[in-house]
T-cell receptor, first 114, second 117 residues
Framework: AQSVTQPDIHITVSEGASLELRCNYS??????LFWYVQSPGQGLQLLLK??????LVQGIKGFEAEFKRSQSSFNLRKPSVHWSDAAEYFC????????????FGTGTRLTIIP | GAGVSQSPSNKVTEKGKDVELRCDPI?????LYWYRQSLGQGLEFLIY????????KSGLPSDRFSAERTGGSVSTLTIQRTQQEDSAVYLC???????????????FGPGTRLTVL
């Protein structure tokens, strides 16, 4: 069965500083990987996804993530955060064949301080 | 175009009552999913519909939970005899059929916040 671990429950970063949110997955084959963001009172918005090809993927709002098979990781990064990035971030894994459902991590809450 | 819509946005009910939650997927999307987001928890898969295939009900937590999808579009999630532990945000998502097997990009609705008193 697939699983996702987001080891950081809460991260605080100063505005303008760089950001890295960690995600580790477990899946028997090459996974499909996703990062979603959830702002307070909002639904989930897809930031970026990895299906195949280039292991460094670019997303919206200046985010990027790198798929590292050897480390079973898919960490999310942003070089300079903005106050509007404060939100909850979820990493998710999906099967590359068959089962359609996504398995989500428990999320990382990001706080931005001035 | 319009995104995934859900109704109601909030629902407060008494323990033991039945509730129905509605989801309107993006037009043309053949796949529809229900997830549950409880306080302090991640998102938990509940059920998945794909076209005319039998739904994947493997995530439903008990037989009090059921869902149907009429005409391949609108879906209703029904919780019978609600319990306090059913309190959560219920999220619906849809995706298009790309012809590829496996997970596809899912578009989420705003959710229904269910509170069971």
């Amino acid at each position: 069965a697939q699983s996702v671990t987001q080891p950081d429950i809460h991260i605080t970063v100063s505005e303008g500083a760089s950001l890295e949110l960690r995600c580790n997955y477990s899946y028997g084959a090459t996974p499909y990987l996703f990062w979603y963001v959830q702002s307070p009172g909002q639904g989930l918005q897809l930031l970026l996804k990895y299906f195949s090809g280039d292991t460094l993927v670019q997303g919206i709002k200046g985010f990027e993530a790198e798929f590292k098979r050897s480390q079973s990781s898919f960490n999310l990064r942003k070089p300079s955060v903005h106050w509007s990035d404060a939100a909850e971030y979820f990493c998710a894994v999906g099967a590359s064949f068959g089962n359609e459902k996504l398995t989500f991590g428990t999320g990382t809450r990001l706080t931005i301080i001035p | 175009g319009a995104g995934v819509s859900q109704s109601p946005s909030n629902k407060v009910t008494e323990k033991g009552k039945d509730v129905e939650l509605r989801c309107d997927p993006i037009s043309g999307h053949t796949a529809l999913y229900w997830y549950r987001q409880s306080l302090g928890q991640g998102l938990e898969f509940l059920i998945y519909f794909q076209g005319n295939s039998a739904p994947d009900k493997s995530g439903l937590p008990s037989d009090r939970f059921s869902a149907e999808r009429t005409g391949g579009s609108v879906s209703t999630l029904t919780i019978q005899r609600t319990q306090q532990e059913d309190s959560a945000v219920y999220l619906c998502a849809s995706s298009e059929a790309t012809g590829l097997a496996g997970a596809r990009e899912q578009f989420f609705g705003p959710g229904t916040r269910l509170t069971v008193l």
